[in-house]
């Protein structure tokens, strides 16, 4: 079982639609979760970062912790066709020493497709 | 301020050969960590460079080695290269490598081996 899975999709959604992407984990070490956005051809971009549980808000993207039930969601509100990318989620404990150091763990990733 | 830069970015290999990829950091960024990226495997973590040394390392076999320089700059090398090296060699980098709201990627190299 990978440590973090995640639904590769694809999702395929209409402008302006509220997008939910979701991850789930098993490390119950994990305290430290980001969402990384991946154009087509290059390097992933941060996007998201929260610490523990709660919530997180930024412009339209909304990240959400659940440690409770390890479950890590992203939720984008007026979606539109520039936001169609790969999506990561990823984890790390970091404060377990030299086995976490620059160490992410990465779900799949889900492919999003926004339609005008 | 520039970003994580990758070189070089695309290449093409021949089985049993070796490559080195290159990576410079953000300025001022000590720790650098490699990635794998396949549509199959997904991003898979190779190894993680702070000060020069390295401090870790994922599930990959000796062929893949790297090293950094005292400028932060970092190299990984793949020796006798194998058709399932094919993949999008990613480069991160971050002041420390222990906080998560600040590990950055470079754009990548695209290895494929034939």
């Known amino acids: 079982q990978k440590e973090v899975e995640q639904d590769p999709g694809p999702l395929s959604v209409p402008e302006g639609a509220i997008v939910s992407l979701n991850c789930t984990y098993s490390n119950s070490a994990f305290q430290y979760f980001m969402w990384y956005r991946q154009y087509s051809r290059k390097g992933p971009e941060l996007l998201m970062y929260?610490?523990?549980?709660g919530n997180k808000e930024d412009g339209r993207f909304t990240a959400q912790v659940d440690k409770s039930s390890k479950y890590i969601s992203l939720f984008i509100r007026d979606s539109q066709p520039s936001d169609s990318a790969t999506y990561l989620c990823a984890s790390n404990p970091f404060n377990a020493g030299g086995t976490s150091y620059g160490k992410l763990t990465f779900g799949q990733g889900t492919i999003l497709t926004v339609h005008p | 301020k520039a970003g994580v830069t990758q070189t070089p970015r695309y290449l093409i290999k021949t089985r049993g050969q070796q490559v080195t990829l290159s990576c410079s950091p953000i300025s001022g960024h000590r720790s650098v960590s490699w990635y794998q990226q396949t549509p199959g495997q997904g991003l898979q973590f190779l190894f993680e460079y702070f000060s020069e040394t390295q401090r870790n390392k994922g599930n990959f076999p000796g062929r893949f080695s790297g090293r950094q320089f005292s400028n932060s700059r970092s190299e990984m090398n793949v020796s006798t290269l194998e058709l399932g090296d094919s993949a999008l060699y990613l480069c991160a980098s971050s002041p420390d490598g222990r906080s998560g709201n600040t590990i950055y990627f470079g754009e990548g190299s695209w290895l494929t081996v034939v």
């Open positions: 929260t610490y523990s549980s």
